[in-house]
């Protein structure tokens, strides 16, 4: 197992792949909540949050920045927001959560990476 663990790792490519997968989850939480389709906010909020802890197992270096930027502070908000299916809310908490993103990005030696609104919708789902 400890010779495996190396290779699975560079197979799957650390932490890159989790930031896609929640990139593709934020987007589509966006387009869920401002669509009105809340349900399929709440799902992508769930799966993005799985797929970000399942992404720190293995990298727990990130751990701190993680939790104390975006899944303590940000998150819990953002949560609430999709729960009262406020849009005005969510808008507000989304900002909020998208400045969370990229200031954990900044902690991460990652600043040339910022968090914008997304433009495009990737999935069909309505």
Same mark, same amino acid.
């Given at each position: 197992?400890?010779?495996?663990?190396?290779?699975?790792?560079?197979?799957?490519?650390?932490?890159?792949? =989790?930031?896609? !997968?929640? /990139?593709? &989850?934020? @987007?589509?939480?966006?387009?869920? %909540?401002?669509?009105? *389709?809340?349900?399929?906010?709440?799902?992508?909020? =769930?799966?993005? !949050?799985? /797929?970000? &802890?399942? @992404?720190?197992?293995?990298?727990? %270096?990130?751990?701190? *920045?993680?939790?104390?930027?975006?899944?303590?502070?940000?998150?819990?908000?953002?949560?609430?927001?999709? @729960?009262?299916?406020?849009?005005?809310?969510?808008?507000?908490?989304?900002?909020?959560?998208?400045?969370?993103?990229?200031?954990?990005?900044?902690?991460?030696?990652?600043?040339?990476?910022?968090?914008?609104?997304?433009?495009?919708?990737?999935?069909?789902?309505?």
């Amino acid at each position: 197992p400890e010779t495996r663990m190396p290779a699975i790792q560079r197979q799957l490519r650390g932490f890159e792949t =989790t930031m896609a !997968e929640v /990139a593709y &989850r934020y @987007g589509e939480l966006y387009f869920g %909540a401002t669509g009105g *389709n809340w349900d399929y906010a709440a799902h992508m909020a =769930t799966t993005l !949050e799985g /797929a970000l &802890r399942h @992404g720190l197992e293995p990298e727990p %270096a990130r751990r701190a *920045n993680a939790e104390n930027l975006f899944l303590k502070t940000a998150w819990p908000p953002l949560l609430d927001a999709i @729960g009262k299916k406020d849009p005005a809310l969510f808008k507000e908490r989304f900002e909020t959560l998208r400045a969370a993103c990229t200031s954990c990005h900044a902690a991460e030696q990652h600043a040339f990476i910022r968090i914008g609104l997304p433009t495009v919708k990737r999935n069909p789902v309505e």
